[in-house]
């Protein structure tokens, strides 16, 4: 019998110590969140951690956990996936200080929130903390962008009625994390945020209807199309083995062990009569995107002069910061104003009490701040109730809400990709037609040859620093400095390539891509022979120290302190390099499988490019997706 091919395995392994919070990445702030769902493994009927608890007439908050338990469980972070050809293991490391300044910006996130007091923002020892809806939106990303699928490994948050966020994600740049803005996108995200019909708040509305986001979780289905976890077919002549198999044993087909049924909830735990007040303090307020921000409908406000105003139909500016916080994947306060300040810069709502502020001319995230759509806001948003306010904008056109695409518009696949709204809508497009691996391969394969541009730059950097002959100690903290990051980031350079191997370009990956066999051949037995050089961690807490200065010892009065000395920069001179590092020799492999690992992938980018260029985009601009949003395209600058 022929020995089963090596699997390949990928490795995610960093460790977060000193490093502030601030200056983690989002990506990684994520990962690190979902590792942290992902390993407390909750349930729906909570483990009590006091046998007195268990005596308490207290609600149950399905899927929670305690602070306590999250702290002790994000100190050690570790997964293993494994399928038929490759396996992942995803570590992470957290100092306990480190661990609860993350809990606490994941908090203020929207990704976790207090069930037992809605209002709560900060932490408290002994509270409970359940995961949002927009949580549970970003752990089923990571258990798609890692293949996790069948019922025994799939978490089971994700099959409840939690998980109903289809959540709006920014593209951001990926030296600096800011989002990514033009135009286009900021009238698609506008369109998204006043939603289809207007969503006025009552205390007797209805709850909203939950989107099933957990279909795909809880159908019972053979395997899960090559998903780590799945049932382990290597080939068709595999599947039909196993079934004569069976059929001689005369044994029934388990697809897999009994999993507990999940009674999904058609409500929401987070819809409340009055929690989901506009005018509310409640942590959370949204556990749907598809609504739209909450409206006021008849606003009666008073007046500083005691009077009483009604403000017809209108939003507040608190109302719009929340909708952002709890629908996109914004990651604090400050961002979601930024993002409703570049709105508010478009001219698509105005301030309905402007002389109650001395600033009216800017954004103002607050609950006593009133807006509500101007003309060009309303030729975007797709409402057809009739609303008092507007009476009071010019009705000269009849077609508001319908916008005409140019016909003569030539749009590129160029175009599409560099424009972060045409871009989601074109994801969206993707999605639909089962064909989104190709736009994350080329997303990932863009950003793995961005990080290997900045190590060959820091390179360089490292080479000229070896011919200096005199060692500051400013010098020697500059050479340390360029040291680490070279270490840091030429290992996440292999980490992301074995990463973008193990997911998509592996025979049997989770989202494997169709590739020539010359290349998957190619690229296999190169990510063979790297395999011995893949990172077994990243150390990111490593503090760069400037040499010790000598003691100082008492001189002689005509002795002058050797640290006072001058030297003749004449004298100075460039020298022959010196030998190899140790820093060197460790990172030299490295380099060398990236360097035939590169060109490999960008074979697989450029492929997948022109695949999208020929057969998706035609169907793009074609689509519902596009005819339907009353956003019109244009070549603009972002």
Sequence with gaps: MPEPPKKVQGVVNKSFNTIPCGDISVKDLKDIYSCLLYCLDLKAEREKDHKLLKLAFKTNHPYSFSLEKGLATMQKLRIHLENTATCINISYEVKAKTARD???LFMNARLLHAPEDKTRSKLKSGMLLQPTPKGVAILSSFCSKYGIRGHNHVPQILKSNLNSMEL????????????????YWNKVLFVHLMGPTKNFWSPNMPPDELPDLSRSYTEETFGAANGFGSFEMASQDSFYAFLNEKRASAQPIELEQPVEKIEKDPVSPFHHRFFTNPDSDSHVQYYVSSKGVRLFHNKVVEKPDGSKENMGTCFTGKALVQWLLDCTDVFSHDEAVRVAGLLWNLGLFYLLNGEDFPNASKFIPRR??????????????PWTLPDKNLTQLDKESETWGVVQQSPTLQISLKDVLEDPGMKYQFRTHLVDEFSVENLEVYNDIQLLEKKFKTLKKLLKLKEREKMFLLLTPLRAKRKATISAAVIKLSTDCLSDAFNIYTAYLAQGAPFELNINSRLRTDISRKMVMSEQHAPKEVKLNAEIQAPTPLPK?????????????????QSIKLVDPPAPSPTDNSIAPILESLAGIMPLYEEVKS???????????????ESDILKELPVSITKQTK
């Design 607 to 621: 492929h997948v490019f022109e695949l999208m260029a020929k057969d998706s985009l035609p169907k793009f601009l």
């Design 102 to 104: 993350l809990l606490q």
């Design 168 to 183: 709006i994600s920014f593209e951001r740049n990926s030296r600096t994390g800011a989002i990514v803005h033009s135009e």
């Design 553 to 569: 010892t008492d001189l002689p009065a005509n002795k002058k302190d050797p640290s006072q000395l001058t030297l003749d920069l």
């Design 368 to 381: 006593n701040a009133y807006y509500f759509l101007t003309k060009e806001g309303t030729r975007l948003v």
